[in-house]
């Protein structure tokens, strides 16, 4: 019995940093949270005119979001703000009006950039759009992982000490928020 979170990542990169710090993540996951990438990379652009009769992905994306209990995002910054694959998603999880699939799900952001600014523009103009979508979002520990690529091996594992340490922290922190904020309790 374990909150389901989806974990959606806002690069389509195999090597992408952002997604290997995902499955690190993942893989330090609390016996009450259970972790499932959310894939976003087949969502056709949005356009309003698809709210009356939506694609097949579309419709795909929001029953499946509906199942969750929560949300991780891991987001690469694209000059300044999130990827327009990840904006994508949240304005398609948003619709049709009145039927915002995200609402009320407890969110965390991880922000992971090879700048040492590890992507602060992107993970606060996430922020905004999850205000306006009611995810309410962990404040702290605020995660800005930067250097990206000096942290993993070959293979994709994280091998940065401190990091791994500072995602651990993030990982409780997290467990806690779900717990506080999730919508339903745990069933059986
Ligand atoms: C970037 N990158 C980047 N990095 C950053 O810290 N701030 C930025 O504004 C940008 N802008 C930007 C724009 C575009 C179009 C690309 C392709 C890249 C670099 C970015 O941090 C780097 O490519 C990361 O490796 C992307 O994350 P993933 O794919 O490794 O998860």
């Known amino acids: 019995n374990a909150y389901k979170i989806a974990v959606i990542v806002g690069s389509l990169r195999k090597e992408s940093y952002n997604l290997k710090t995902a499955k690190a993540l993942i893989g330090m996951a609390p016996e009450t949270l259970s ?22 992905q579309y419709n795909r994306f929001r029953e499946q979001l509906r199942s969750f209990d929560g949300l991780l995002f891991l987001t690469p910054e694209y000059n300044r ?20 699939c995200w609402d009320g799900k407890p969110g965390g952001v991880v922000s992971v950039s090879i700048s040492s600014l590890g992507g602060f523009g ?6 905004q759009s999850l205000v306006f979508v009611n995810v309410p979002t962990m404040p702290q520990p605020e995660a800005y992982i930067g250097n990206a690529q000096n942290l993993f091996d070959e293979s994709g594992n994280l091998t940065n000490e401190s990091t791994r340490e500072f995602l651990q922290t993030f990982m409780t922190a997290f467990e806690n ?7 339903k309790p745990i069933t059986a």
Request: aromatic share 10%; no cysteine; glycine share 10%.
């Open 35 to 56: 972790f499932e990438l959310l894939p976003i990379g087949d969502l056709p652009l949005y356009n309003e005119e698809y709210d009356g009769a939506s694609p097949e």
């Open 122 to 127: 992107a993970n606060h103009h996430l922020r």
């Open 81 to 100: 703000s999130v990827p327009g694959v990840l904006k994508n998603a949240i304005d398609v999880g948003s619709r049709p009006y009145g039927q915002n």
């Open 177 to 183: 928020w779900v717990k506080v904020h999730v919508k």
